[in-house]
């Protein structure tokens, strides 16, 4: 019987509108479009305004998505979101996704795994395809991270950004999709980066609004150490397991955390800037959105057939890698 593969036929996205520039930052905390380009890369992040949740955006990444790609919404059976930002608790982003969409015959969930989230959820996906089970599935990956965050907090404020993307998975016999996937997680981490109120060990009450309890909480600089080590280490290690020499990667598409980060792993992994999709100076740390946004920017420049290997790092600690051969020419 030959081997099915999960293949990433289609890709969208979409950024909101209003662009939050460090000069304007340099207006809301203590510092300066200096500090921030030279300690992080990012120029400028989006943000979403208004009463729109994560699945606004997921929303039109799906539709962006469909509009290149020959679709019908009747034929997607499953739609996972990895968000760490939902619209709400409960019910799943993922099932307000889908039926906006019209993907009436589908089921839906989201999967929670911070900035690694799109990896975790690709990976997961693409089990479906590869079991023969299914043929079309949607892996939608978006945060609405200036939801979350504390724009009197110059450590966490400047780091994030708002934006979604999507891709869809069908079955391959070609050769092409992913090939290999390497995910791992630390929970003693939890400690350093995380929201301290909201869910169900610390639910919402005034004091722990008027303690700031529901942001973002990041202990920089330790997230910053593990990072570095454990993104160029798996990207290492997938690469040795699959065989893979420097030369024989198009593409290395890192999570955008942090310029630093990003140059560490591709120093590694001795892969030349320009073998490295960086668009952290637009969109800054959209956490499930970074990878799937890079992908909809260069998708014109794959190629089928690139060696293209996914990284990323996050809250939890989460991380991992996910090798893929491109399967289509735009
Ligand atoms: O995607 C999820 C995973 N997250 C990450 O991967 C993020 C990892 N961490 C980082 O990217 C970096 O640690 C940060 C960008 C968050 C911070 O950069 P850093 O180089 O680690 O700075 P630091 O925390 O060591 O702070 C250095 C100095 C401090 O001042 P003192 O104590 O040396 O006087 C900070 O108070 O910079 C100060 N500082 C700032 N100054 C101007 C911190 N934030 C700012 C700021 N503007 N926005």
């Known amino acids: 019987m030959e081997k099915i593969t999960a293949a ?3 890709v969208g996205g979409y950024v909101p509108e209003y662009v939050l520039t460090n000069e304007e930052l340099e207006t809301i905390v203590d510092t300066t479009d200096e500090w921030i380009t030279t300690r992080t890369g990012i120029k400028e992040r989006r943000i979403l305004k208004g009463e729109f949740g994560t699945s606004h955006m997921g929303i039109k990444a799906v539709q962006n998505l469909m509009s290149k790609h020959d679709l019908d919404p009747a034929d997607v059976e499953l739609l996972i979101c990895a968000t760490t930002t939902p619209d709400m608790q409960f019910p799943a982003t993922a099932n307000i996704i889908a039926a906006e969409c019209g993907f009436t015959n589908a089921f839906s969930y989201d999967i929670s795994a911070a900035c690694s989230g799109f990896l975790y959820a690709l990976t997961t996906a693409a089990q479906f395809i590869e079991s023969g089970k299914h043929k079309k599935v949607i892996v939608v990956g ?4 200036s939801s979350i965050i504390d724009y009197e907090d110059r450590t ?3 780091i994030f950004g708002d934006g979604a993307g999507a891709v869809l998975l069908e079955p391959s016999t070609d050769g092409t999709g992913i090939q290999d996937s390497i995910l791992k ?3 003693n981490g939890w400690v350093h980066l995380h929201q301290k109120a909201g869910g169900s060990r610390r639910p919402a009450t005034i004091e722990t609004v008027s303690n ?5 909480y990041q202990e920089g600089q330790t997230v910053f150490k593990f990072a570095v080590t454990n993104m160029a280490d798996v990207c290492e290690k997938i690469m040795v397991k699959n065989n893979l020499r420097s030369n024989d990667i198009a593409w290395l ?3 955008q955390a942090n310029l630093r ?3 560490a792993t591709a120093d590694r992994m001795q892969l030349p800037p320009e073998k490295v999709m960086i668009n952290i100076q637009k969109f800054g740390n959209t956490t499930s959105g970074t990878l799937p946004l890079c992908l909809w920017e260069w998708e014109k420049q794959l190629k089928k057939g690139d060696n293209i290997i996914l990284a990323a790092f996050g809250g939890g600690f989460t991380w991992g890698a996910v090798y893929i051969k491109w399967a289509y020419n735009s």
């Open 253 to 255: 598409v890192p999570h």
């Open 261 to 263: 980060i990003i140059s």
């Open 142 to 145: 978006g945060d609405k991270m």
């Open 8 to 10: 990433i036929t289609a």
């Open 156 to 158: 966490t404020c400047i």
């Open 185 to 187: 997680s630390d929970g």
């Open 212 to 216: 700031k309890e529901h942001y973002v």
